[in-house]
Nanobody, 116 residues
Framework: QVQLVESGGGLVQPGGSLRLSCRASGSIFSFNVMGWYRQVPGKQRELVATITNGGSRNYADSVKGRFTISRDSAKNTMCLQMNTLKPEDTAVYYC??????????WGQGTQVTVSS
């Protein structure tokens, strides 16, 4: 059973930074793709950033240049460094992982609130 556990959310002022972490129950290299999504009430969950097994990164236009996705294989952890945060970044952030031959997995979500 794959488990993804997020941490690092919280309240931050506009212009501030947060670092989200997602720890997997197994090797992160067992996943074909890992990523972060976010959702606000009344809207669809949207992609924030992804990273493939080979290390290719993809970002939503709204976060390019501000957010960085990375992996720490020794800790089986994927991270999202979020800088220059804006109020519109406020959402619940979800960790996502895909095994093409097994399925799609989600974490429980962590709240990020950007407000003065």
């Amino acid at each position: 059973q794959v488990q993804l556990v997020e941490s690092g959310g919280g309240l931050v002022q506009p212009g501030g930074s947060l670092r989200l972490s997602c720890r997997a129950s197994g090797s992160i290299f067992s996943f074909n793709v890992m990523g972060w999504y976010r959702q606000v009430p009344g809207k669809q969950r949207e992609l924030v950033a992804t990273i493939t097994n080979g290390g290719s990164r993809n970002y939503a236009d709204s976060v390019k240049g501000r957010f960085t996705i990375s992996r720490d294989s020794a800790k089986n952890t994927m991270c999202l460094q979020m800088n220059t945060l804006k109020p519109e970044d406020t959402a619940v952030y979800y960790c996502n992982a895909v095994k093409i031959d097994r399925g799609v997995y989600w974490g429980q979500g962590t709240q990020v609130t950007v407000s003065s």
